[in-house]
């Protein structure tokens, strides 16, 4: 088990190499760099040219890229020019908002996918199954910004149940049980849009996966046992059929890491969506590269989340 | 042989596979018995419905799409017509069944052990401490040397042979009445295949249990089969006790499938095979003799139209007329070789 991980994670070393070779060339290729801004008629070109030699934008590329991973590794990620910010201290900041987001997203998401997808995979074919066969094409089809839009006009506008907008309250003292519950509040809006986005892929594979397995070589093994059907299904069909879902749960949660553009800007929600779709619009290159190396990173993890969940669950997988 | 020998009946069984709203029966009109401490052995070209019947006994078909009719009497009750609850208390206690594949017959994600005693907590009183100790027995009955280890391993773990015996050990745990072996041995090697028929007839000689030998290898048959019922298309088409069907057989098609053996002895090094394939379940002639579209050298006045299975000496049966007609060269390979009696 752990030299799984071990290994799993040494051969991050290199993708992680890779990644931040990508991640540089493309920040050298984008036009501009963080003086251009400062440019006005008034600047004396000699000044910005001084500036640019002091921060080393004039160095060769290498040695600009040993500088640029050197102070990444150390966590000195820049400063935000729009912001005027410190990089880490903003992505900071946002990440933990983007956190909780996903992770009330992936507990709904499971939460309901889990218990339909065993639903119609168990009685497929008959009515009970049709309906959620039809909820989950229903969900797949619309989008994003449409469910987003109508969660928020009707529980949020007109029924005033959610907030609209933020992740808390202005005037909470952070840290208090009101502060909390005032951050889930905000959560659920978003958290629910995400959910019932998601749910489609995970119901037609667990279903699919169910429906596949009753006709395996094992589980008509189990039946020829004589144990009830019941157990057939609980030891047999549902435990193998998760398996693959449960592997595919690193893979939503460092995707959700990122943050949703589209649902973070429609609740008005101060996530890494957010924050990085204001990046591009405004330029902020520093925070630019930095969240797509973090993005590129989280892939990554996501795998490695994977492969060791994957590793706990399925025996075959371990290394002796 | 008494009566009260006779552990399954099986009465007019036929077996329909539901295709587009449509019934094909791949088991068609199937009567057969089986005695204690007996091993039957059914035999057949690929397709011809072995599988189907062995599955259709304890009923492990998906009934939504299969159609069984007809007797399976075991113990005077009807296996046929009981529920899936009802079945449940036959199946893995009385009867119980070895597939062929040992790959792919345990689930991957379970301790051996765990398997082993699965079929223990619902078919008897034992403790949890006793039913392991009686995990550790059968492993052991089995020929696993380390029974502790094997049964904290999972099934990747082991060989094929080894796997196999641990089926074998699930199937005999509650010590059943009847085992219906399909094809037990075809995917493993031959040596192992060898220790694997000498533990079946080892556990039987134990227990008396009847034995439903499913095989493709003749030699297997002749060896520790006690009776043989060969199929074709559906139907059984000879049935003999083994003796009698190796040195006279009858059936055209049980002829040709001796014909098709491969024999080390011979010059010839050219393999007898019966011409033509068993006609897919939507094709399958449903009137006459249903193997002569592949014995078209036969005229048709020597089948019955009406075919039934006639007792020509004791125990032996055979399908249709035709083969009082005709013969083959016994001494030439090849299902071609035929001439007028
Ligand atoms: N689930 C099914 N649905 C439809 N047809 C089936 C099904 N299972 C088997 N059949 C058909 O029934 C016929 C008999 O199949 P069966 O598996 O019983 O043959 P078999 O004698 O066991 O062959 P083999 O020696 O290859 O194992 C074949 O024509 C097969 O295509
Ligand atoms: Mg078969």
């Not at chain 2, 009934?63 to 046929?80: D, P, S, V």
């Amino acid at each position: 088990m752990w030299k799984t991980v071990v290994r799993r994670v040494v051969i991050m070393i290199p993708q992680l190499f890779v990644l931040s070779l990508l991640v540089f060339i493309l920040a050298q290729f984008m036009p501009g760099d963080p003086y251009s801004g400062a440019i006005t008629p008034e600047t004396d070109p000699a000044r910005i040219e001084e500036l640019r030699e002091k921060a080393g934008l004039n160095d060769p590329w290498y040695e600009q890229y040993v500088r640029w991973v050197g102070n990444l590794v150390q966590g000195e990620l820049g400063k935000s020019y729009t912001f005027q910010r410190s990089v880490g201290d903003l992505i900071g900041e946002k990440a933990t908002n983007t956190l909780w987001l996903s992770l009330l997203s992936v507990i709904l998401l499971y939460s309901i996918a889990i218990p339909l997808g065993i639903l119609a995979g168990r009685y497929n074919n008959s009515k009970l199954d049709k309906s959620i066969v039809l909820y989950s094409f229903i969900s797949y089809a619309i989008p994003t910004f449409v469910l987003g839009l109508l969660f928020l006009y009707l529980f949020g506008y007109t029924l005033r149940w959610f907030p609209t907008v933020g992740s808390v309250s202005v005037g909470l003292d952070p840290g208090t049980l009101a502060w909390y519950w005032d951050k889930i509040y905000h959560l659920i809006l978003p958290a629910s849009t995400f959910a019932v986005l998601g749910t489609t892929g995970v119901i037609q594979y667990l279903r699919s996966e169910i429906i596949d397995a009753k006709s395996l070589d094992y589980v008509r093994t189990a039946r020829s046992k004589g144990i009830p059907m019941r157990k057939v299904y609980s030891k047999h069909i549902f435990r193998n059929s998760l398996l693959p879902i449960a592997a595919f749960l690193g893979f939503t949660i460092t995707g959700l890491l990122g943050g949703s553009i589209i649902i973070e800007t429609i609740f008005g929600y101060p996530g890494m969506g957010q924050l990085f779709i204001n990046a591009i619009l405004s330029r902020d290159y520093s925070v630019i590269t930095a969240l797509v190396m973090l993005y590129g990173f989280l892939a990554l993890l996501g795998s490695l989340l994977s492969d060791i969940i994957m590793s706990i669950v399925d025996p075959r997988i371990r290394i002796e | 042989m008494k009566t009260t020998d006779e552990l399954l009946r099986i009465k007019n069984l036929h077996t329909g596979f539901r295709i587009k709203d449509t019934y094909f029966d791949a088991v068609d009109n199937v009567s057969l018995s089986l005695r204690k401490n007996e091993i039957l052995a059914i035999v057949g070209e690929s397709g011809c419905g072995k599988s189907t019947l062995a599955t259709s006994i304890i009923g492990l078909l998906d009934r939504n799409k299969t159609r069984i009719q007809g007797e399976i009497l075991y113990k005077n009750k009807n296996l046929a017509e009981m529920t899936e609850e009802e079945l449940n208390d036959v199946r893995g206690l009385d009867i119980s069944m070895i597939f062929q594949d040992p790959l792919s017959a345990l689930n991957p994600l379970m301790r051996i052990g765990d398997q082993i005693e699965e079929s223990l907590i619902y078919h008897t009183k034992l403790t949890k401490e006793q039913r392991k100790e009686r995990v550790l027995e059968l492993l052991n009955q089995v020929g696993i040397n380390n029974p502790e280890r094997v049964a904290r391993q999972f099934p990747h773990q082991l060989s094929g042979g080894m796997r196999q015996r641990v089926i074998i050990a699930i199937a005999i745990s509650c010590k059943p009445q009847i085992i219906i072996a399909d094809e037990p041995t075809t995917a493993l090697d031959v040596t192992i295949q060898a220790q694997i028929l000498d533990l079946l007839i080892d556990l039987q000689n134990e227990t008396g249990a009847g034995i439903i030998l499913i095989t493709h290898d003749l030699g297997v048959v002749a060896e520790i089969a006690d009776r043989v019922a060969v199929m074709y298309a559906g139907e059984i088409i000879e049935v003999a006790p083994v003796e009698e069907l190796f040195s006279n057989p009858k059936h055209p098609y049980t002829r040709s499938l001796f014909n098709s053996i491969p024999q080390m002895s011979q010059e010839n090094t050219r393999l007898n095979v019966i011409e033509g394939i068993v006609p897919s379940l939507t094709n399958l002639p449903r009137e006459g003799c249903r193997f002569s579209s592949r014995i078209s050298w036969i005229p048709e006045e020597a089948h019955e139209d009406n075919p039934t299975l006639h007792e020509i000496s004791p125990g032996h049966f055979v399908r249709c007329t035709c083969w009082k007609h005709f013969h083959f060269k016994s001494d030439i390979g090849g299902s071609h070789h035929v001439y007028a009696d």
